[in-house]
C-alpha cells in the first residue's frame, strides 16, 4: 500500500477517535462542573480539559477567562482549534476524501455526513440541542464509523494501519484522563476519600465508559488504586493502555518491513512493561509521573512509526533517487 | 432564436412521441407526480450522500458542489447509435495515426494537408516527443469526443478531447441511479448496458504495457484531491484496482518509475495520468509543478512505463488543428468522414476574421486552447459591451481564437422549477484505443440546464442525465 495512504489511513483514525475523545473529556468537565454549586469552583473545572489535551496555553492566547462557555467553544467548534472536534470532523473527513479509493463507501458516507452535520454547528445550535445531547451524537457518530469499518473493510494493511491510529490515540487520551486528578485540585485535603473525590474518580470511569466494568471487575468502592489497575494494567478493558498495546504491538508484527523494527521493538517494550507491570510499582514511583513517562515513550513510538511506513524513502534506493539527471 | 428549429430527442415536430421514448413517456403518463417528485429526491439525496461533487475553480479553494443530474433520460436508437460509434472509431484512428505521424515521419504536412506552422508552433506540439515510440503507436488512449445534434438531426463532433477528458464515472454513477429508480424501465426493453467501463480501461492500459511486461503494475495519477475531478479518479482506481497515486508517491530511479509503499519500493509499469502534460516533470516541462515527478519524462521516453495519454496528444485535439480533422481521416484511412465537423473559422485568416468580426452576434468564439467552457463567447446571447470587449482580445491576438456557427442543439425534455420543459444538450462518448478501439454504448449527455443556454459544461451551470441506447 502506498505510503501516504498509510499515512492518511493512520491520521483519519485518529481524527476520529480524537473528536470522540474530546466529547468524553468534555462531557465529564461538565458534569463534574455540574456537581459543584460555587460558581468560581465550577469554573474551576474548565482548567481540567484544557490542561488533559495540552491546549491550555493556546486557549490563554485567544482567551482572558476560563469557564464553559469559552472552553466547549474552544474545544467544541472554534475552526481555528486544529484539535477542536470540529477541525477532527474536518479533518477525518478530508482525510477520508484523499484515501475514497481505498477505504469502502460505507465509511465515506459516514465521514461524510458527520462533516455535513458539523458544518452547520454553531454555538446556538449547540445549546439548543443540548451540550449533553451533542456530546452523545460525537460519540454515536464514532461508534457508528467503528462498527461501519469493521463490518465492511477488508482484512488488509488498510484496516490495521487505521486500527494503529485508533489505538495509538486512545492510548495516549486515556493516559491523560487517568492523569486529570492530577490537575484538578480537591477543595481541601479534608475531602480527600470524601464525595468529590469519590465523583472525581467515577468521572473518569464514566468518561472512558469503564464505570460499569469496575463494578463488575472489583464489585468494590472506588479507589484510586483499582481505577488505575482497571485502566492501565487490565487486558479486557477496551480502553485500557495494555488492550490498546497489545493491539499496537500485534498489528506493528504483521505490517512489518525492512525498516520496521525499532517500532516494534519500542511497543513491544511498552506492551510489556503494561503485562508485567504492577499497580504497586506505579504509584509508588507517583501515578503522575508514570503517566508521564508513558506519554513520552507512546510520542517516541508515533515518530518511529512515522520514518518507518509513511516517509519511505526506501534506503536500498535513496541513493539512485537523488542522483542528478 | 425560433425555438421551433430545435430537435427535439423526445417528441415529434406534431408532438408525438418519438418511438424509441415510449417506454419512458408511459411511465411519465402513468406515475402520479407526487412519485416522480420523490424520485427525483431521492435521486438528489443519493448523490449527496455519495459525495459525487465536483469543485470549481475561481470559487473559494474547497468549494465542491454537486452536479445537478436529471432523471429524464437521453434515448438513443441503436440503430444510429451503430452509426455513431463507427464514426467514432474512424475518427479517433485517425487521430491516433495523425499523433503517429507528427512525431515521425511528419507525411501528412510534407503532403500539404495539415499546415505545418500549424502544428510545429502550436503551444501543446511536444519536440521532446520526435522520433519517441509508444507501445502499439497508441498516443490518445481515452479519448471524449463531443457531439452534438443540429437542427437537421445530424451527429456534429463539436470537439475531440484528447488529454485528460472527465466526466465517465458520471455516466457510470448516472446509470446506478436509474436503475435504482426505474427497474420497471429497464426490465421492459433492452438498455445497452455501460457498467463494464472500468473493465475495459483496465484492458486498454494492461495492453499498453511496455513490452514484455506481462503483469504490468498500474496506477493512476491525480494531482491530489483538490482537482475538480477528484472524485472520479478516486472511483476509477476503486473500480479498477488500482492504486490512486500523486506525484510525491512516485519516484524515478535508473529510468525507472517506483511507488513508495509500506512495504518498500514498487516498480510502476503504466501510469494512467489525469494531470496535465506541463505538470507531469518538473524537469522536463513546468519546473515549479509541485505535481509531477522529476525524471518521468526521461524513464518514459526509454520506454520504460507507458503514460496514458501520452505526452503531446494536445496537438491534435487543439480547436485550431479541429478543422484538419476530416482531411486526417481521408488521409490515413482512405475513407470519408462519418462524422461531420462543425463550419470552423480560423482568425488567424484574414478573410474569416473579417466575417467573424461582422458576424459576431450569430457565432460561437472560443479560444483555439481554452477549455471547460471558459472564456467563450456565445453570440447570440452576449450584449453589445461583451462583444466590444470580446473583440479587443480578438484583435489582440486573433490568431488564437476560432469561431463556429452557433448550432441549434437539440434539445431533451428536462425536469426544472416550472415542471418539463426542453433543454439543450450534448453527448459525450469516451472511447478507448488499445488493440483496436472500444467503448461502452452512449456516453455523458450533458444539459444546460438555464433555459435557452447552450454551454453544457458543469463548470457553468450544466447538469447530466442518463444516455440510454435502446435495441
Redesign the interface.
Known sequence: ??????STLYWMSRNVERAENTARILDVAYRMSLLTKDPHLQDQEWFAPLNITGTLFPFSGRHSIVNSKEVLHFMALDAENPSSIYNCAKQAR?NA??V???IT?EM??VL??TW?EMQNMDEDRLYARGISSFFEWVKERSHLFRGVTFGTIRRD?AFQ?HRIGTYMERADNTARMLDVKYHVLLPSVEDVGGAVDYYQWSAVLRSVSAFESYRKVYRDVITPLKVAELLVLRDDIPRSLRFCFQEIYEILCK?Q??TSFEATRQAGEIFAALQFGTVQNIFSSGLHEYLTAFLDSTHRLGGEIDKS?FE???P??AT??A?P? | MKPKTFFNEMFEDDGTVRSHYGAFEDWLKNTPPEKITQNRQAADLLFHRVGITFAVYGEATGTERLIPFDIVPHVIPAAQWDKISAGLTQRVTALNAFLHDVYHEQKILKAGKVPADKVIENSQFRPEMIGVDVPGGIYAHVAGIDLVKDSDGEYYVLEDNLRTPSGVSYLLENRKMMMRLFPELFAAQRIRPVDHYPDLLLETLRNAAPVGIDNPTIVLMTPGHFNSAYFEHAFLAQQMGVELVEGIDLFVADNTVFMRTTQGPKKVDVIYRRIDDDFIDPEAFRPDSMLGVPGLMRAFKAGRVTLANAVGTGVADDKSLYPYVPEMIRFYLGEEPILKNVHTYQLGNKADLNYVLAHMEELVIKEAQGSGGYGMLVGPHSTKDERERYKQRLLDAPERFIAQPTLALSVCPTFTDKGLAPRHIDLRPYVLSGRGVNFVPGGLTRVALREGSLVVNSSQGGGVKDTWIVD
Open positions: 500500500m502506498l505510503s501516504r495512504t498509510a478530508e476524501r484523499a475514497r479509493g481505498t463507501s465515506w458516507e461524510n455526513g455535513l494493511e494501519f505490517v518491513n525492512a511506513f519511505s524513502t526506501v536500498v534506493l539512485n533517487a542522483q539527471s
